[in-house]
């Protein structure tokens, strides 16, 4: 017996648009969400949350216990070595993270979206030139070139922002030049170029607009990426420089006071960076089931 | 095979030439290092004629030639800091590098690899969820604060094991659990979502319903199948794993490639940064070269032509 094959719209599975799936937030997700938007807030507001001045030195509270802990200053998070509030120094600390973190996405996420689509769609050349770069990028252990370049540029927050972002293009355009290879064949790429648009035309009105879900992902994942390489730069030293503080450098700096037993120091700036990433991967990984779960492996 | 044996060496090459220059380019944009090796106030006889000898007189173009003639030898001149050949000074730390990294990286997948299988064959229930939350733990720790806190727990508060260098190998756990946990935790996750996505085909219902063992079925048919990206992954993360070296080897005072390259790094001892960067560069490489054979081995219908 004959059946009528199905028609195109009929095989359409019902599928809720993604706004409506945004809608259902997991619980853990929701939680991670608004802890971010709590230390957003209290690195905005620092000045004002911050029980002490960040940057007050106090010979006589050096390295004193959490108050709950038997501390005698008042230091809620105890205090560091030079006897500075380790809760106001972690809050305004919170700013060097989150503003080289954001900003360092957004650099390597405009140089590897560009590159990327470039790769993809100007033919031969470029590709091989562009994905031998990414190659040899990717053959280098990151964290050693950002070291050394970071080394000798000589540690400040633009280069700290430049290394860290400029670190993380590969990813972006390996995304959007595979993207751009499969869409570029495509009926309606087709048409636009039968209708006389330009290449510039294509790739910004017609192509990136469609491979920007996939690299929505990759950056709510990169952010983890970026925050944890400018902790890892600031805890060796090679961070924004003292009395600055940020994360990492608090961090390092408490390690040598680990052995002594003053173990606030190092852990509570610790913790905090742990939460911010963990939130940061957690909201990442829901995005990509949002908005596109064939990312998995990213 | 031999094409594609061909393609990957040039490619190798390329990728191993575009990494040495960087490393050139970057070192040398950071000064003279003449002002490092001699006293201030060497007499400016002395610091030409060291330069002369180190050939930094020359145009950056000529010492560039140079430093690739004497690259492809395996010659990265002389350590600066060490007054030795750099590549023996790096050679002589890869040892311990590769002790502290195989025993990381055997750690994570030992570990990974039977958590991802349960994960997925057991999905959703309470050590679906466990071991996800603790991969999440894992790809979110920093390498550095995980070592920290390793060291305060297992170290200051409950004195069990040495707080850094070598020797015994109860020296080396906490390095090789710090070092393994990132790498760890993706392999995890993946292997998870691989298995997920091969024990929803039609061949493991045909395996269950001919009546093998579920053991059988998960592993032999299940598994085997999802093996490719997860050994793709190990092979991603075992680079990974050498930039995550520098700061273990850093903490745990590891006599390693990665802390010497960050001590040259402060010293400024170009030779022997190149010397460590080319020979961390070769290893990756050659790590996913084999991972590259290793497809077709995996699965037979992949063929390199």
Known sequence: ?298 | MRAFLLRRLIRTVVVLWGISTIVFVVMRLSGDPIVLILPPDAPTAEVFRVRREMGLDEPLWVQYLVFLRNAIRGDFGQSIHFRQPAMAVALERIPATIQLAVAAFALAVVMAVPVGIVAAVRRFSLWDHLGMFLALLGQSVPTFFLGILLLLLFAVWFPLLPIGGTGTPAHLIMPAVTLGAFAMASIARLTRSAMLEVLSQDYIRTARAKGLKEITVILGHGFRNALIPVVTIMGLQFGTLLGGAVVTETIFAWPGIGRLAIQSIFNRDYPVVQATVFLAAVAFVAVNFVVDLFYAVLDPRIRYE
């Open chain 1, 1 to 298: 017996m004959w059946t009528r094959p199905a028609t195109s719209a009929e095989l359409v599975l019902p599928r809720r648009p993604a706004r409506r799936r945004l809608a259902r937030i997991p619980i853990p997700v929701a939680f991670f969400i608004g802890f971010l938007l709590i230390l957003v807030l209290s690195a905005v507001f620092a000045d004002y949350l911050a029980p002490a001045d960040p940057y007050r030195q106090s010979l006589r509270g050096r390295l004193d216990a959490p108050t709950w802990l038997g501390g005698t200053t008042g230091a809620l998070l105890g205090t560091d070595q030079l006897g500075r509030d380790i809760l106001s120094r972690i809050l305004f600390g919170s700013r060097v993270s989150l503003l080289v973190g954001f900003t360092a996405v957004i650099i390597g996420g405009l140089l590897g979206s560009l590159l990327g689509l470039v790769a993809g769609y100007a033919g031969r050349v470029a590709d091989e030139v562009i994905m031998t770069i990414a190659d040899t990028q990717l053959a280098f252990p990151l964290v050693l070139l950002a070291i050394a370049v970071v080394a000798v540029l000589g540690p400040s927050l633009q280069n700290l922002i430049l290394v860290v972002g400029i670190s993380g293009w590969v990813t972006y355009a390996r995304i959007a030049r595979a993207q751009v290879l499969s869409l570029k064949q495509k009926e309606f790429i087709e048409a636009v170029r039968a209708l006389g648009g330009s290449d510039l035309r294509i790739l910004f009105r017609h192509l990136l607009p469609n491979t920007l879900s996939p690299l929505i992902v990759v950056a709510t994942l990169d952010l983890a990426r970026t925050i944890v390489l400018e902790s890892t730069l600031s805890f060796l030293g090679l961070g924004v420089q003292p009395p600055t503080p940020s994360w990492g450098q608090m961090i390092g700096e408490g390690r040598e006071y680990l052995i002594i037993g003053r173990w606030w120091v190092s852990v509570f700036p610790g913790i905090v960076l742990m939460l911010t990433t963990m939130a940061v991967n957690r909201i990442g990984d829901w995005v990509r089931d949002v908005l596109d779960p064939t990312l998995r492996n990213v």
